[in-house]
């Protein structure tokens, strides 16, 4: 898959150290900043990534900052993301199983890159399970 990646100042290591795992598994990154870890604002990141997946240019996302939520709140705003914050593996499969989640959003100030890999393999590995789950995700679209 396509993935775009993007992260603020608190979740740069660890964005950084993601793509190349992203890499190993056979996905392709797309990587829309931050680019340092000088301080700057969660949400013009989680939204380049946001943009990136509703515009169908990746097809799923990343997004760390310093716990996940930030970053996941912001991405919500933009149509069609299902942000997932996902800083252990029941949440990372689930929210793709029930919630079709696009965009995983990480805590680096939760979780460290052990952890990270294992989570961020999990989400891009697991699918949607669609049959009643379809329906609820139908009612979380027609909220847009
Ligand atoms: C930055 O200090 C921190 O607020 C941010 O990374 C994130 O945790 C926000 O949700």
């Given amino acids: 898959m396509k993935i775009a990646v993007g992260a603020d100042h608190a979740g740069y290591a660890l964005k950084e150290h993601l793509k190349g795992f ?7 990154v797309s990587d ?3 680019f340092s870890e000088e301080s700057v604002d969660y949400p013009d ?12 240019e990746a097809e799923r996302g990343l997004i760390v900052c310093g716990t ?14 299902r942000a997932a914050t996902c800083n252990d593996l029941f949440t990372a499969s689930k929210s793709r199983e029930h919630n079709d989640a696009n965009v995983l959003t990480l805590g680096a100030r939760i979780v460290g890159e052990g952890l990270a890999e294992d989570i961020t393999r999990t989400f891009m590995e697991s699918s949607f399970e669609a049959g009643r789950h379809e329906r609820r995700v139908e009612k979380i679209r027609a909220l847009e």
């Fill in 32 to 34: 829309l900043g931050a």
């Fill in 22 to 28: 992203l890499e190993t598994l056979g996905h392709r």
């Fill in 68 to 81: 996940g939520i930030g970053v996941a709140i912001a991405a919500n705003k933009v149509d069609g993301i």
């Fill in 45 to 56: 990141f989680a939204a380049a990534v946001a943009r990136s997946v509703a515009g169908g």
